[in-house]
Each structure stands twice: as structure tokens, then as C-alpha cells.
């Protein structure tokens, strides 16, 4: 195994859901001799995150060709769950490269790639104002708007990204209604934050950003989030927990971020994965046992 490939993690005592990891994405397999996404590959990182407690994971896609890789996973590997959306980021650019019709037409092909049984999320979906300028924002606005739509016409989950777009994501989703379960993928907000979207009955997602040391932030907002709206995931390859920060990401070392999130909102480990269990159960249709 490479120097640069962490070691496996003690085992979680309860096992838990990555509810939003990208491993079609080269680095979720990087660490498996180079490989790419193939079936093998993909079997292998997922054999390896069972082993530490983290038998199932949610594929998430972020583009079409990646929404439809996400839908071939999905139906070869039993132990993923999807979830299929255009990008925040990926509205404006193919409006910017086709037109508004690129766009309506890569939707199109979205919405019925969500109508696959085993796909279970709208997402990611939501608003980034760091990378979209502003000249953008009102076709990634119109995006966001449609995948909320989706989302509760097929009674599906939503997972939204949020970039320094905290204030018009909650205004977006009062104005047209949020579907009956939504996930804020990568919690990023504080804890006034969080209590705003705790009283609005959403999920808070936490990445391995909470084991950064400069992010006090958003271990405070952890600790105001109430047991049965928390879930933890990986985003792999991206925010890799520390003291691996740097590395690719990936499921097997979703361990890490169950523990300093249980650290910062001062609950047993064995307590947070079992609610981590029941809410993933209730957010994505998983089994609790």
C-alpha cells in the first residue's frame, strides 16, 4: 500500500451510511493502486469501507454523463444508493456554452434518470455563489428552483450545496417549498445557522472538515444540531478528515469524522452511529440492521 494511502481506521461499533461520497471521481479509487472507476475497483473501495463500518454509501452525481454513470452503480453494486442533479456550478455553464435549451435538455435527462427505484436523492442540487458569478446566478437560481420541483414530485430527498449562498438557499427553498426531507450535503454554516435549519426540520450533513483545527465554527453548530437531524459523510474525494487532510478522500475513513462529531456534540460514539442508522433509515429508505 502506497505511503500516501492512510490506514483503515478502527472499526465504527455501529455501522453507518457515507450518505454522500463521489466515487466515480478519480481519487475515490486513486488509492487503489491508480485504478480508475471500474466495477472492480469500486467493489474493492467499498469492501474496504464495510470493513470499518460502512457498508453502504450514497453515489451522488454532479453532472449528466456523471448522473448516468451514478445510475450503472447503482444497479451493480447493492450497496450504493444514488442520487442524480446538474451541479449548482453546472446550470450556468451549459447555459453559457448551449443556451438555456442545454440546460432544459440535460434536465430533461435528469428527471428521468431520478425515476430509477434505487436512485433515492435529488442532488446535489442548491446555490454556489463562489465559483457561478453573478452574471450566472439567475439560471443557477432557475436550476435549483426545478430540482426542488423534482424532488417533490417523485417524494424524493434533496441534497443541497451551499457555498456562500447561506441566505438565498433558505429564502429559495421558503419560497417554493422545501421537499419533505432535505440535507444540507457538507454542512458549512454556524450555529445560528444551524438552529434555522434545524427549526425548519432539515438534516445537517457533516464532512471531515469538522476535524480541521480551523473550524471551531462548525463544531459549534454541531453541537446545537439535535441527534435525529445529523448524518456524516465523506463528499470523497474531497475534505479528507484530518491528519490526512491532502489526501484523497474516500468511504473507508468515514470513521474519522463519526468520531470528532461525536466529540464536538458531546455524544457517545455508539449513540450518534445508532441515530445516524435510524435517520438514514428515514432519510434514504436504508435498513436498519
Aim: charged share 25%; proline share 8%.
Amino acid at each position: 500500500m502506497s505511503d500516501r494511502v492512510p490506514p483503515l481506521p478502527e472499526p465504527l461499533p455501529v455501522e453507518v451510511v457515507d450518505n454522500h461520497c463521489h466515487i466515480d471521481i478519480p481519487g475515490s479509487t486513486r488509492d487503489l493502486a491508480g485504478a480508475k472507476a471500474t466495477d472492480e475497483a469500486v467493489a474493492e473501495l467499498l469492501r474496504q469501507a464495510a470493513s470499518v463500518g460502512v457498508p453502504r454509501a450514497v453515489q451522488i452525481s454532479y453532472d449528466l454523463p456523471s448522473a448516468e454513470w451514478t445510475v450503472q452503480a447503482i444497479e451493480a453494486h447493492p450497496q450504493l444508493l444514488g442520487g442524480v442533479a446538474l451541479h449548482p456550478n453546472e446550470g450556468p455553464r451549459l447555459a453559457a456554452d448551449g443556451g438555456f435549451e442545454a440546460f432544459e435538455s440535460a434536465f430533461e435527462q435528469i428527471e428521468k434518470l431520478a425515476e430509477h427505484p434505487r436512485v433515492r436523492v435529488i442532488g446535489e442540487t442548491g446555490l454556489d455563489y463562489f465559483r457561478t458569478e453573478p452574471e450566472g446566478r439567475e439560471v443557477q437560481q432557475e436550476s435549483f428552483r426545478r430540482h426542488i420541483a423534482l424532488a417533490k414530485r417523485l417524494d424524493l430527498t434533496m441534497q443541497i450545496h451551499d457555498r456562500d449562498a447561506h441566505a438565498d438557499v433558505l429564502r429559495i427553498l421558503r419560497e417554493e417549498g422545501a421537499p419533505e426531507q432535505v440535507v444540507f450535503h457538507a454542512f458549512s454554516g454556524d450555529a445560528a445557522m444551524a438552529r434555522e435549519c434545524v427549526a425548519a426540520g432539515y438534516v445537517l450533513s457533516f464532512p471531515g472538515v469538522i476535524t480541521f483545527k480551523n473550524a471551531p465554527a462548525l463544531r459549534e453548530a454541531a453541537a446545537v444540531v439535535p441527534l435525529d437531524q445529523v448524518l456524516v459523510e465523506t463528499d470523497a474525494p474531497f475534505l479528507t478528515p484530518h491528519p490526512y487532510r491532502g489526501r484523497p478522500n474516500a468511504p473507508r475513513l468515514l470513521p474519522l469524522t463519526v468520531r470528532a462529531l461525536a466529540a464536538a456534540a458531546g455524544h457517545d460514539e455508539d449513540v450518534l452511529c445508532a441515530a445516524l442508522v435510524a435517520t438514514g433509515a428515514r432519510v434514504f429508505g436504508l435498513p436498519t440492521g
